[in-house]
């Protein structure tokens, strides 16, 4: 089985997929692993969408079971019929950058206090994340998703609201034993 988690940049997407891998034991994925180059200062340099669609759609093949999270919807047509479950997380705009502004300080607060370069492409990054449900933003945005979720070829849960990762797991597991008894 091939699941899609996407979501908001700040909705959980990474956090469901680590916890869905743990407890399934299927192998996770993380979008940003395969959007990203691995620099020390990570987020810096973008990985070709053709590599990238590469290095990915390897990962995936070798996997009976695989759960990818992050957004793929401009990685191409091929990955709207990939999967055969997706999962759509929305959290309120005020938690969301909330907890994006926490991880922000949490993972580069030196940098954050000491580099200017940095502090402005964080701002950046937050003001980017700010637009998600902003109808007229033409990136990565709830419009966008779902526009994309439309396409998919396969059932779409939305999972709506501040719910806790555990409250998730279960309600994925649970379309998951749906889907294998039908």
Not at 49 to 65: F, M, P
Not at 84 to 99: C, E, H, K, N, S
Request: aromatic residues 10%.
């Amino acid at each position: 089985m091939k699941v899609h988690i996407l979501g908001a940049s700040g909705s959980g997407t990474t956090t469901l997929g680590k916890s869905l891998e743990q407890r399934l034991g299927w192998k996770h994925l993380d979008a940003d692993d395969y959007y990203w180059r691995k620099t020390n200062l990570p987020f810096q340099i973008k990985i070709p969408l053709s590599e990238r669609n590469e290095l990915i759609t390897k990962d995936v093949e070798l996997y009976d079971h695989v759960i990818v999270s992050g957004s793929m919807v401009s990685w191409g047509k091929q990955w709207e019929d990939v999967f055969d479950l997706a999962i759509f997380l929305y959290v309120p705009p005020l938690i969301r950058m909330q907890r994006l502004r926490n991880r922000e300080i949490e993972r580069y607060q030196k940098l954050l206090d000491t580099d200017e370069r940095f502090r402005s492409n964080s701002n950046a990054f937050l003001e980017w994340a700010q637009r998600y449900d902003d109808p007229g933003f033409d990136g990565r945005s709830i419009t966008t998703h779902h526009n994309w979720m439309k396409k998919l070829k396969c059932p779409v849960i939305k999972i709506e609201g501040d719910t806790t990762v555990e409250e998730r797991v279960q309600i994925v597991i649970n379309q998951i034993h749906k889907n294998h008894s039908q």
